[in-house]
């Protein structure tokens, strides 16, 4: 598949051509064969070395809530972001990864939603996150579902081929006495696109909130995960191993390590070749 045929005529003297060279070219590799002429059966051509992988390519989103209570989430991304990007170019595959933010908070505060589309320029990318604060919010729903449009919709996701994941960060639900768009359609338009959601609950969010982050992330084949922090209910106590969640039988690991080994699980999905 993806290859060059080439076929040479083999000329016998006074005679029509009896062989034909069959010639394979793929990736460098080639490969050659003859056939002869009424000859039915299928000609197997082998390749002379193992082609080479492709490397995959990796679209990855992150998905952040820039309200108030959100700061020291958005401070572990900052400190985290170069090791991340590390980890994951060391991947077995080598991604070729294109990175993106999308950062919301409310109706009436400093921005409402605003995108850093993809690019491969980490720097870039990093001062784009580097620069993004934590402020405003008021109530307790945010703008989530502009949000998640926006991700889904208005960013540019690269080919077929390309993994496609937005990691979301938060501790709120999205407000859903704004009218359209909503979060479901979008996560349906998520999953046609083979974009998948790992919402990541930050302490404070609520049972609703936990149900729309499990709902998106299960529609679209991702995962609900949470941060765990000293005291459960405080984001400023500190790294730990509680939370605030009904849940159990939790293993606990870092910002960074969690997302390298969600996007290493995705990559591995990819078909072999």
């Known amino acids: 598949a993806g290859g060059q045929v080439w076929l040479h005529p083999g000329v016998m003297p006074g005679s029509a051509p009896a062989l034909m060279e069959v010639q394979v070219r793929k990736g460098g590799t080639v490969g050659r064969a003859l056939l002869q002429r ?30 108030g209570s959100m700061a020291d989430e958005i401070d572990k991304l900052k400190r985290s972001m170069r090791s991340m990007a590390d980890q ?45 604060q934590a402020g405003g919010g ?35 639900p999205p407000h859903l006495d704004y009218g359209a768009p909503y979060y479901d359609d979008d996560m349906q ?18 049972p609703t909130g ?31 191993r509680e939370t605030a969640h009904d849940v159990g039988n939790y293993s606990v690991e870092s910002l960074d390590r969690l997302v390298v080994r969600l996007v290493r699980e995705e990559l591995a999905r990819r078909p072999a070749g």
């Open 88 to 132: 994951i170019a060391r991947l077995p595959s080598r991604p070729d990864t294109c990175f993106a933010l999308v950062a919301y908070r409310d109706r009436g505060d400093a921005f409402f939603v605003r995108a850093h589309d993809f690019g491969k320029d980490l720097d870039a990318f990093q001062r784009s996150l580097g620069a993004l």
């Open 210 to 240: 936990e149900y729309v982050f499990r709902q998106a992330a299960q529609y679209t084949g991702g995962r609900f995960v949470f941060l765990t922090y000293a005291k459960a209910d405080d984001p400023s106590s500190g790294p730990g």
């Open 189 to 206: 338009g998520a999953l046609a696109r083979g974009i998948k959601l790992f919402a990541v609950g930050a302490s404070g969010l609520d």
């Open 38 to 67: 009424g000859q039915r059966d299928a000609l197997q051509v082998r390749l002379d070395r193992d082609l080479p992988l492709q490397r995959a390519r990796l679209d990855l989103v992150f998905l952040v809530d820039a309200t």
């Open 138 to 172: 008021g109530d307790y729903p945010e703008a989530l579902n502009e949000a998640l449009h926006t991700a889904v919709h208005r960013l540019s996701w690269r080919g077929d081929g390309a993994t496609r994941l937005v990691v979301l960060v938060a501790d709120a």
